[in-house]
């Protein structure tokens, strides 16, 4: 068992934590057959190693560390622990789960996060179908009603998950529900939310990345000068982002990939602006990241993408501009400013049109 005795400093964080220990005792019951053996994982504790299942059962100790998650997988089959201190049952079966024996402990009270989670969604999904399913509605009346439900039960959600973070600043369910929570807010509210949580946990991997990512989408947010930016295209030639954006003219850039359905869906979209503003002044680039260059060209020609394109910029651009999906699609002003970011459908239009007459 590679590494398990030499974190005597992860007892530390819960030194103040009562009837909580510093090492984590995990009892399971695998209901599979032929497993002799459950692999244990908990990556920022370099906890990797094979535990013996012997009757179907196995035991294994590991330092307490509320701040990471850990695994327990074989075969196909899996769940993930938070190593809190307290003792921990495990199953492994076709519904894997983990209890605390601790009512009050930090792995129940993620139990309890991930139960209300599927609440809130399970009846945000009823509705909605109750809205499609209406026919005294209208077609307009049931946009409003669904966009109504959208943003209450989003604005819910918001606050849920900003208690939950609070409750538990010190430890990882905070980073859940921050992460859940940052999908749907502005990132300078991201940012302030981060500032509530401990240090320790600030410290984190997880969280540094996400502020990093933060702080660079605050540099490229609306309103805010492109940032440029050099790759190889796929002929082998430098190509920079400076050559199309800043020179005069509006441009509409779309960030896609080939193997992407919802990029392919936006290309009539971004075809129809393209024909019926190109003339205007209106200039279009798509810039094909995370993707081979051969499949984007090929893709491309099949979709009729007959404007400007750069090939094989990988993750260049999506790391400058924060970008952490596709498509995301930016409306650049004429001198480089970032006019409007992550456009959608008719959004697409509606936004080159209040620019380019």
């Known amino acids: 068992m590679k590494k398990i005795l ?48 012997k009757d179907g059962k196995f035991y ?5 560390n509320p701040l990471v998650f850990g695994s327990v997988a074989t075969a196909n089959y899996g769940v993930q622990f938070i190593p809190d201190g307290t003792e921990l049952e495990v199953v492994i079966a076709d519904e894997s789960r983990v209890t605390s024996r601790n009512s009050s402990s930090i792995q129940s009270r993620f139990a309890a996060y991930q139960e209300d989670v599927e609440t809130m969604m399970n009846d945000f999904n009823t509705t909605v179908q109750a809205i499609v399913a209406d026919t005294s509605l209208s077609d307009e009346q049931r946009k409003a009603s669904l966009d109504s439900n959208y943003n209450a039960v989003t604005e819910s959600f918001v606050a849920f998950n900003e208690k939950t973070l609070s409750e538990n600043a010190d430890n990882i369910i905070a980073l859940v529900a921050l992460q859940q929570a940052s999908m749907m807010i502005e990132d300078t509210h991201a940012d302030s939310l981060i500032g509530l949580l401990s240090p320790a946990l600030q410290e984190t991997k997880s969280v540094k990345e996400m502020k990093a990512d933060i702080q660079t989408r605050m540099e490229t947010a609306e309103g805010k000068m492109f940032k440029d930016f050099t790759v190889e295209d796929s002929d082998g030639k430098s190509v920079r982002f400076s050559d199309y954006v800043g020179k005069g003219k509006y441009v509409l850039v779309d960030f896609w990939a080939s193997w992407c359905g919802p990029c392919k869906a936006e290309i009539p979209n971004i075809r129809n602006v393209y024909n019926k503003y190109h003339k205007k002044g209106l ?60 456009l959608r459908g008719e959004e697409i239009e509606a936004e080159v049109a209040k620019y380019v007459k």
């Not at 260049?316 to 970032?338: K, N, S, W």
């Open 6 to 53: 030499s974190f005597a400093a992860a007892g530390a964080v819960l030194a103040g934590c009562a009837q909580v220990s510093d090492v984590t005792k995990i009892s399971g019951v695998v209901n599979v057959d032929a497993i002799d053996e459950v692999n244990v994982v908990i990556p920022e504790m370099s906890i990797d190693t094979l535990v013996p299942v």
């Open 60 to 64: 294994v100790e590991v330092p307490a």
């Open 283 to 342: 200039e279009v680039l798509s810039v094909a990241v995370w993707d081979q260059p051969q499949a984007t060209k090929d893709t491309a020609k099949v979709y009729g993408v007959n404007w400007k394109q750069i090939i094989n910029a990988q993750q260049v651009p999506t790391e400058l501009y924060g970008i952490q999906g596709i498509p995301h699609i930016i409306l650049f002003g004429p001198d480089g400013t970032i006019l409007k970011r992550n």
